[in-house]
């Protein structure tokens, strides 16, 4: 965790009464509609289909328990007793009234926690790893150099009306769990020969209507120049992105047009002039920070504990243990998700009782610490073997141990039609009825791991082209439709989906996704080659022949 | 619209000069930048002050051998949502050492004051009159920054050194 100080502290507490300041001259008139659109999407406020929509910033997906009751504390008081987890590790609550929100925002700010930058065109939360910190085989931890963007790319003076959006994703692991090759800029932390800490910087990269995979701009950039890097990046940005069609405004347009050679050789002529500047970290700089994170004292544990090895024997524990927990990086621990993803649910959602519930349990079994992953799941990083099994009860009581972790059930989706304005088509029913088919536990585990991604409209908040089957909706006249894509992937070889074939309608998706997976199961050459390695390995075509022969 | 210069609204002393309109013998005046370019000797060199209006399409490079003799620089924002002209005041302040006037122009509202000014703006036009008189009060509004810029303002990372340096020494 990040703690943190008197300086943070009154940063935070200054833009509350800066907003407060802004919704009371919007209330009184003394500033249009127009004006105070950009002044609260700086702040997180989107004016949805019924309400306004309040995101909050959960930076890298780290929460203390402290501030996980506070945000229930939000969804009970301002908002109707639940709030949506969402892919960019945020929480957004769909039902706030605007003189209230000032309220809201102090309440957060007294356990150091703000919406700002949670849209509109600027600096998005700097997303991480949700295991950052505690899984095995990391680098070091990717959060304290994303805790240095964060405060970086707060309030940038230069950068917070840039063309459009721009988000940043940072791991520190092989295996990437932050998606780092769709975000505007991703970073992969890795050290040089000299042992030295420093970044591999892609960019370019993201979904929506023109979907990119990022590009390496440069494969190592010192730790130190880090700031001095990503600064010259978005100076060439914000001064030559295109401000004339939104849909061409991400960097990503600009580097596909430039060529990333091009772009290169301006970014880097820019750093040159400034990369000796202010901006230039020293060691001890970066210490601060660092000192800042609080690491639990973990207790030395044996690998395997009686109380884990007695409840193997309960085959409900087993299921919920093999598909929720994963090594951790000190003996006798584990990383434990919790799906929040239950049958019949909207992806993602979880009540104020439960959070609560939650905030409890992470301080009896996981040090106070909960994170958020962009899978719209929830983690708790530190949680001794031996506990496993009162955990589990603990969840189960609460309706937070559904065992589907990565499988079929365990679906990415937005919002949709039926909060968003921008939705064409409904996501979160497409959702619940897939978990409802896909609801037999063993026929979920023989599928194997296989993600679901939705999204309600092309602006693909539900990153559907990186999904292994990826559904999109669209509107043909006045009727939702939804295009398939397959073989999509969001890790470190990250991938765009193929279309499987023509559009269908919302009552036929169920039904196109059972045949997918039915094609898979007859196709694949292992009972292990996972979904997404079948398609690799064939291609789409054999899954349209069998998808479409009877359409 | 009213100008804050100084921290308080005041009378522009700049006249803004038409393209097509006649140039005053004196006197201040402040031209387009295809105005300027056509012909900047015969705006140099005359008795009175001479600032020009860069458009944010077009690199400053083009304005930086002249900033020695210009009494203003005006930076346009056609709208408070394009943020161009933010990089091109740092670009000239921070890069070109650019000393004289630099002002705001365009759609200015009270809640870009703070980061104009620290992207080195120190004029302004702004919109609203309310807003011109809510200058001092709105700049105000920050005590914490966490980016290094031109204005020199202490970030927060130095500041926090600073502190605990002075705590190591027993201060």
């Given at each position: 965790m990040y703690a943190y100080d008197e300086i943070d502290r009154t940063l935070v507490n200054e833009r509350v009464s800066e907003f407060r300041d802004q919704v009371k001259r919007r209330l009184s008139g003394e500033l249009t509609e127009d004006?105070?659109?950009?002044?609260?999407?700086?702040?997180?406020?989107?004016?949805?289909?019924?309400?306004?929509?309040?995101?909050?910033?959960?930076?890298?997906?780290?929460?203390?328990?402290?501030?996980?009751?506070?945000?229930?504390?939000?969804?009970?008081k301002y908002d109707r007793g639940y709030g949506h987890f969402t892919t960019r590790q945020n929480i957004q609550f769909n039902w706030i009234k605007l003189a209230e929100l000032p309220d809201a925002l102090a309440d957060l700010?007294?356990?150091?926690?703000?919406?700002?930058?949670?849209?509109?065109?600027?600096?998005?939360?700097?997303?991480?790893?949700?295991?950052?910190?505690?899984?095995?085989?990391?680098?070091?931890?990717?959060?304290?150099?994303?805790?240095?963007?964060?405060?970086?790319?707060?309030?940038?003076?230069?950068?917070?009306?840039?063309?459009?959006?721009?988000?940043?994703?940072?791991?520190?692991s092989p295996h990437d769990r932050a998606a780092i090759k769709i975000h505007d800029i991703g970073l992969r932390l890795h050290k040089n020969s000299a042992g030295e800490t420093g970044f591999e910087i892609l960019v370019g990269g993201g979904l929506g209507r023109t979907p990119f995979i990022g590009k390496t701009i440069k494969p190592f950039v010192h730790g130190r120049d880090l700031l001095s890097y990503v600064e010259a990046i978005m100076r060439v940005y914000n001064q030559y992105g295109r401000r004339d069609n939104i849909y061409k405004a991400r960097i990503k347009i600009l580097v596909h047009e430039l060529g990333i050679e091009k772009f290169a050789a301006e970014v880097e002529e820019e750093w040159q002039q400034m990369r000796d500047g202010a901006l230039k970290l020293d060691d001890e700089v970066?210490?601060?920070?660092?000192?800042?994170?609080?690491?639990?004292?973990?207790?030395?544990?044996?690998?395997?504990?009686?109380?884990?090895?007695?409840?193997?024997?309960?085959?409900?524990?087993?299921?919920?243990?093999r598909n929720s927990v994963f090594t951790h990086k000190v003996q006798g621990y584990a990383i434990v998700t919790i799906s929040l993803k239950p049958v019949g649910g909207p992806p993602g959602d979880a009540?104020?009782?439960?959070?609560?519930?939650?905030?409890?349990?992470?301080?009896?079994?996981?040090?106070?610490?909960?994170?958020?992953?962009?899978?719209?799941?929830?983690?708790?990083?530190?949680?001794a073997k031996r506990d496993l099994p009162a955990l589990w009860k603990a969840l189960d009581r609460i309706g937070l141990a559904t065992p589907n972790v990565n499988l079929i059930s365990d679906i990415i989706a937005c919002p949709g039609l039926d909060y968003c304005s921008l939705a064409n088509a409904r996501s979160i029913p497409i959702a619940q009825e897939l978990t409802r088919r896909f609801a037999n536990h063993d026929t979920a585990n023989l599928i194997g791991r296989l993600h679901i991604n939705i999204s309600g409209c092309i602006n693909a908040c539900g990153h559907h082209h990186v999904g292994h089957i990826g559904i999109l909706g669209v509107e043909k006249n006045g009727e939702e439709f939804y295009q398939i894509t397959?073989?999509?992937?969001?890790?470190?070889?990250?991938e765009l989906g193929t279309l499987i074939g023509p559009s269908v309608k919302f009552e036929e998706v169920a039904d196109v996704i059972e045949d997918i997976v039915e094609a898979y199961l007859a196709l694949r050459a292992r009972p292990d080659e996972l979904f997404v390695d079948t398609v690799k390995r064939l291609g789409v075509e054999p899954f349209r022949e069998r998808v479409y022969a009877t359409r | 619209m009213p100008l804050v210069k100084g921290g308080k609204i005041t009378d522009d002393s700049f006249v803004h000069l038409a393209d097509d309109a006649v140039l005053p013998?004196?006197?201040?005046?402040?031209?387009?930048?295809?105005?300027?370019?056509?012909?900047?000797?015969?705006?140099?060199?005359?008795?009175?002050?001479?600032?020009?209006?860069?458009?944010?399409?077009?690199?400053v490079d083009d304005l930086v051998p002249h900033l020695d003799r210009l009494a203003a620089v005006a930076l346009v924002f056609p709208t408070f949502r394009d943020g161009r002209a933010y990089s091109q005041a740092r670009l000239l302040r921070e890069r070109f050492s650019y000393r004289g006037e630099l002002r705001a122009t365009g759609q200015v509202l009270r809640d870009q004051f703070v980061f104009m000014m620290r992207a080195g703006f120190d004029a302004f036009e702004v919109r609203?009159?309310?807003?011109?008189e809510a200058f001092a009060q709105t700049v105000k509004r920050y005590s914490v920054f966490y980016q290094p810029t031109g204005d020199g303002r202490l970030t927060a990372l130095h500041r926090r050194m600073q502190l605990r340096h002075s705590e190591s020494a027993g201060l």
């Open positions: 004006e105070f659109k950009m002044l609260r999407l700086q702040n997180g406020v989107y004016l949805q289909l019924h309400a306004y929509m309040f995101r909050v910033a959960i930076p890298y997906g780290t929460l203390s328990s402290n501030q996980l009751r506070r945000l229930a504390h939000v969804a009970r700010a007294d356990v150091g926690i703000h919406a700002m930058q949670t849209s509109g065109n600027n600096t998005r939360n700097v997303t991480s790893d949700q295991w950052a910190g505690v899984a095995p085989g990391e680098v070091e931890d990717p959060r304290i150099w994303a805790e240095i963007l964060r405060q970086y790319t707060t309030l940038h003076p230069e950068f917070s009306f840039l063309p459009r959006k721009f988000k940043f994703a940072i791991t520190a970066v210490e601060d920070i660092r000192a800042r994170f609080f690491y639990p004292k973990y207790e030395k544990l044996p690998h395997m504990p009686d109380e884990l090895r007695k409840a193997a024997q309960d085959p409900q524990f087993e299921a919920w243990r009540t104020a009782d439960q959070m609560d519930a939650l905030a409890e349990i992470a301080d009896k079994y996981s040090f106070g610490e909960i994170r958020v992953g962009h899978e719209q799941n929830l983690a708790l990083p530190h949680v397959i073989g999509g992937r969001a890790d470190e070889n990250a | 013998e004196s006197g201040a005046v402040l031209v387009s930048a295809a105005r300027f370019l056509q012909d900047p000797e015969a705006l140099l060199g005359r008795a009175g002050k001479v600032g020009v209006i860069w458009p944010n399409s077009r690199d609203k009159q309310g807003d011109a």
